[in-house]
């Protein structure tokens, strides 16, 4: 059995070149998505096992990643839940029955192995279909950001609605952040049983929270999640650039941080933890050569051991596929010397 390159590097190991994925690597920068899209529904897409086969591995032809992440969404863990949502376009994700109260948190969830069968079958394909040096990507969202859409019933700039939720009702807040973690520690349990080689928590808004309370109510819930995990596990919080230490007690093996963040400054801070991360998203949207430039200047800083080269955050929509070709190619040519 040969392990692949980006698990070795999750686990901290020295790697001959940084391997390399990026979030959002399947979606609308690439046209091959958009004529797909074009047939199918979003939901559609991702729970019919054979389009969501064909959207994950469009990026892994293109670029040949050393990682495919599943074709999926946060979202559909608000499903056993009892949440409905569909993607709006030009709007973004809507809850129709979000949380108004104490008596709308959902006191426990439906079966996850059903509910959300097609993931399953998902991954089963994967991990037939992907080379044995390459990782298979799972993930989910994180409690907070679940909640987040749960209790807004969309997005929500600053995440005020469930912040001022946590202000009025605190016990129901802490209960619905719960029922989330529930779910999401036995979906990527599910996960790797069907062949995830890594998975990602994706706790994206987490950080709008004081540290305090990110502390007392978000870093329990990330540790309880993936202490339970059997495989290489990865956290990703934005806006965690001053509060490094709380990410990386969040106990996943490896952070992912986002552009804001130094790397030479997390290397240091964060001593020997796997780092994952972080050239801007935008800088895709210049020309090849600075692309190359400054994903050298990043690898460089970071380092040959336990590093997995990625943006940090999603690849934006009219991202041009020359310069995401020029951020992996650099990786994936890069020697250390
Ligand atoms: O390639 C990959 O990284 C895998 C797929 C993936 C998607 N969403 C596909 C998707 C992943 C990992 C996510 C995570 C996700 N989804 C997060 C956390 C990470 C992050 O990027 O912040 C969040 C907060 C969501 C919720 C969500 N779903 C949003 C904000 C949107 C975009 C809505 C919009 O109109 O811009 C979605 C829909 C979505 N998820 C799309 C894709 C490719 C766009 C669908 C389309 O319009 O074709």
């Known amino acids: 059995m040969t392990t692949p390159l980006l698990v070795r590097a999750a ?14 690597q399947a979606g609308r920068h690439l046209p091959e998505y958009r004529e797909l899209r074009n047939e199918h529904s979003f939901r559609e897409a991702i729970e019919t096992p054979e389009i969501a ?10 670029y040949d990643v050393d990682g495919v992440v599943m074709f999926s969404d946060i979202l559909t863990c608000l499903e056993p839940l009892g949440f409905d949502y569909h993607i709006e376009s030009g709007v973004g994700p809507v809850v129709p029955n979000p949380v108004e109260g104490p008596a709308d948190v959902p006191a426990d969830h439906r079966d996850v192995e059903t509910e959300l069968d097609f993931v399953y079958d998902l991954l089963d394909r994967l991990s037939a279909s992907v080379a044995e040096t390459d990782a298979v990507i799972g993930f989910a969202g994180g409690p907070f950001t679940l909640a987040s859409y749960a209790v807004a019933g969309g997005a929500d700039r600053q995440n005020g609605a469930i912040r001022r939720f946590r202000a009025e009702q605190p016990a129901a ?10 779910v999401v520690a036995e979906y990527l349990r599910l996960q790797v049983d069907h062949g995830a080689d890594v998975v990602q928590l994706f706790d994206t808004y987490a950080s709008v929270l004081p540290p305090a309370d990110y502390e007392e109510y978000v870093r329990p819930l990330h540790r309880k999640i993936l202490s339970a ?8 919080v934005r806006g965690m650039g001053g509060r490094l230490e709380q990410l990386r007690t969040g106990g996943a093996d490896a952070v992912s941080l986002d552009w804001t963040v130094d790397m030479e400054n997390a290397r240091e801070e964060l001593g ?24 050298a200047q990043m690898i460089e800083a970071a380092g040959p051991r336990g590093y997995i080269c990625n943006l940090g955050h999603g690849v934006g929509k009219e991202t041009p596929i020359e310069s995401v070709a020029a951020f992996v190619e650099t990786a994936k040519n890069w020697e250390w010397n």
């Open 11 to 24: 686990r901290g190991e020295r790697t001959e070149r940084p391997p390399v994925w990026m979030m959002r």
């Open 53 to 62: 086969e064909t959207i994950t591995l469009q990026p892994y032809e293109r």
């Open 173 to 182: 807040f802490e209960d619905l952040l719960e029922r989330f973690a529930d």
């Open 229 to 236: 995990i059997d495989a290489p596990t990865i956290l990703f």
């Open 272 to 295: 020997t933890t796997p780092v994952q991360g972080n050239l801007d998203p935008t800088l895709l949207f210049a020309d090849p050569e600075t692309v190359r430039s400054r994903t």
